[in-house]
């Protein structure tokens, strides 16, 4: 390739562009951890505040469209939380934790049958997912279904026994 003042201009562009995209994805997680930070200390709105700046840079965020849908859930605003992770759905259809997510709202509007499914899809995405064995489990008991409700407690602890083992494997590996 020849270089000519013209070629390295846009070399110079290029460049500039590329580093301005990964200063943009620092930034983004940077605020992602902050506002994580927030949630886990229960300061939703603090929280919201960062991951809705997240989602005026990046709207296809899923990571800060999960996360502002959990504030949504815990403030009792279903219909907003619904709507975020469905968003994320359409970016990421086989997202585990998206379907564990909308599990959860179904199951705090009392609709057993759809946080059922849900959270079926999720352990079908994931078969070693805990919490969604948990749910489950929590699901088939209030529709009074005890015995099944036990199996998915066995199952939810038989998941985080084999997690365990495996991040022992990798913490001392």
Do not use: C, W
């Not at 939703?44 to 859930?73: G, P, Q, S």
């Not at 599990?103 to 499914?117: H, N, P, S, T, V």
């Not at 078969?127 to 969604?132: I, S």
């Amino acid at each position: 390739m020849i270089l000519d003042k013209e070629n390295v201009i846009l070399l110079i562009i290029r460049d500039q562009n590329t580093r301005r995209d990964e200063v943009a994805e620092i930034d983004l997680e940077e605020l992602f951890l902050e506002g994580a930070k927030k949630l886990a200390f229960k300061d939703f709105d603090n929280a919201l505040e960062y991951f809705n700046k997240i989602l005026e840079l990046d709207a296809r965020h899923v990571k800060a469209l999960e996360a502002r849908a959990v504030i949504y859930l815990q403030k009792g605003d279903f219909e907003a939380a619904e709507r975020d992770l469905n968003f994320a759905l359409e970016i990421e259809p086989e997202n585990y934790r998206l379907y564990f997510r909308l599990g959860q709202i179904y199951y705090r509007k009392k609709d057993l049958d759809r946080a059922l499914e849900l959270f079926t899809k999720a352990i079908d995405l994931n078969p070693m997912y805990p919490a969604a064995y948990m749910a489950r489990s929590q699901v088939l008991r209030d529709k009074g279904l005890e015995e099944a409700a036990d199996l998915e407690l066995d199952k939810a602890v038989a998941a985080h026994r084999e997690m365990a083992k495996a991040q022992k494997i990798i913490d001392f590996a």
